[in-house]
């Protein structure tokens, strides 16, 4: 028969330090918004350029 070792449990702790308070790193650029805006001109060119299209075609 195998020996038999018996071990004591760790002692818990009970005391929580609190997390020091982190900044975020600053990853985050604004291209994407100007990419947005870029895109966001071009369909209301491209929208103006219909809606023009259709004003002179009715006229006639």
């Known amino acids: 028969m195998a020996p038999v070792i018996e071990t004591t449990p760790p002692e818990a ?3 929580v330090e609190p997390l020091a308070r982190q900044e975020l790193p600053k990853t985050a650029s604004s291209v994407p918004l100007i990419a947005l805006l870029g895109l966001g001109s071009i369909g209301v060119a491209l929208g ?3 809606v023009a299209r ?3 075609n009715s006229a006639v």
């Open 13 to 15: 702790t009970t005391q």
């Open 48 to 50: 103006l350029i219909v």
């Open 54 to 56: 259709r004003a002179r």
